[in-house]
């Protein structure tokens, strides 16, 4: 049989073309499941801020995903950039800051608001990862105000006389 000249080359061209096309619709699959991903997991981290007062386990948001749980925790963190559980704890502490500040309810209720049984649990939570105790946000704004003068002030005139 008679080849047509040049027919090596057309073939490795069909099939170079043929890995191109493979490649771009793998690519594409795989782009569509991350974008599957990244929307399971905003719903996932919607839900949490709407229900933060719930004590789920992170099976829950894995089922609700539609993902295993190494699975789950491996794209949360990927995409949201922490652990789910310390995305949890953070929205707590972040709605009970929020509650702190802007409501005359005590440290307890609001630690019970927020999804904690123990208080003083709470309260070294709020110390260790917000920098600050509870009872010092409940303080009257004009208290804070003075904190704030004194404390920064301090701070300036300590940067001033180092600078010199």
């Not at 080359?9 to 991903?37: E, H, P, V």
Request: proline share 3%.
């Amino acid at each position: 049989m008679l080849k047509e000249p040049y027919y090596e080359r057309l073939c490795s061209g069909i099939f170079l073309d043929f890995i191109s096309l493979a490649a771009k619709k793998t690519m594409y699959y795989q782009s569509s499941a991350n974008i599957k991903s990244e929307h399971s997991i905003t719903k996932v981290c919607q839900y949490i801020h709407l229900h933060y007062k719930e004590n789920n386990p992170i099976e829950f948001y894995a089922e609700m995903s539609n993902l295993s749980v190494s699975r789950f925790s491996h794209v949360f963190k990927e995409i949201m950039g922490v652990s789910p559980k310390q995305y949890i704890l953070n929205a707590k502490l972040e709605k009970a800051r929020h509650l702190l500040e802007t409501t005359a309810a005590s440290v307890g209720e609001i630690s019970l608001e927020v999804g904690f049984d123990d208080a003083n649990y709470f309260s070294r939570l709020m110390k260790k990862y917000k920098g600050i105790s509870p009872k010092y946000l409940k303080k009257p704004k004009a208290e804070w105000k003075f904190i704030q003068l004194f404390c920064f002030r301090g701070l300036a005139d300590s940067n001033i006389n180092t600078k010199n």
